[in-house]
């Protein structure tokens, strides 16, 4: 187990020194995205202006403020709880993201599916999770909003952060189809197989 330091954009060769149960934290560039966004992006053609080549990206639909655009508030948005959504119905956008959009991180909580490990491992990419109810403290590694677009879609805007010491976070998938959500399931499957036994039902 390791822990890596990443300021993105990174590389795949970066990513795919990657490796479930390590750590990673993040400086720098994260862009947030959530379901509405990316139906709008791969299902009704909008593209973005922004570059999201070797950057991360993180499930959310932010709770923020209008303020007025400022040096601190470039965007004209102040972050008031910048929480994680659970990533499983997103499963279908995690390919299109990597492939026509060169994402390399997908942050969320609850994990993702087979589809989106074989794009992992044939594009270079990872999922990293979140802990569900760190809302208050995620906000707190967030610097400011430095730009948002698809802002009619608010708040499932395609928002540009500032993060700074964003985490520890674990990889929980990654590049070399290893998977904890899938050893959780299989390891749960075999406790039920073996309890399902001592009961002498088949």
């Avoid at 659970?86 to 942050?107: A, H, K, N, Q, W």
């Avoid at 909580?109 to 794009?119: E, I, T, V, Y």
Wanted: aromatic share 6%; hydrophobic share 45%.
């Amino acid at each position: 187990m390791a822990h890596h330091e990443l300021r993105p954009p990174i590389s795949e060769a970066q990513v795919r020194l990657l490796r479930v149960n390590d750590t990673v934290t993040l400086n720098g560039t994260l862009y947030g995205i959530r379901d509405a966004t990316q139906i709008h992006m791969f299902d009704r053609g909008r593209k973005t202006r922004f570059d999201l080549s070797g950057h991360a990206v993180i499930h959310t639909a932010p709770n923020v403020r209008r303020v007025e655009k400022s040096a601190a508030h470039p965007a004209g948005y102040a972050p008031v709880c910048i929480g994680t959504t659970t990533s499983d119905r997103m499963e279908r956008f995690t390919l299109p993201l990597m492939r026509e959009y060169g994402v390399r991180l997908v942050i969320g909580k609850g994990g993702l599916r087979d589809a989106s490990a074989a794009a992992f491992r044939e594009l270079g990419g990872a999922y990293v999770a979140i802990i569900g109810g760190t809302a208050a403290l995620e906000t707190t590694w967030v610097e400011a909003i430095e730009d948002v677009d698809l802002d009619d879609l608010n708040p499932e805007s395609l928002w540009r952060f500032r993060v700074k010491g964003f985490g520890p976070l674990l990889v929980a998938m990654d590049s070399h189809g290893a998977s904890l959500y899938a050893e959780v399931k299989s390891a749960a499957r075999a406790r039920r197989a073996a309890a399902l036994a001592r009961l002498g039902v088949r």
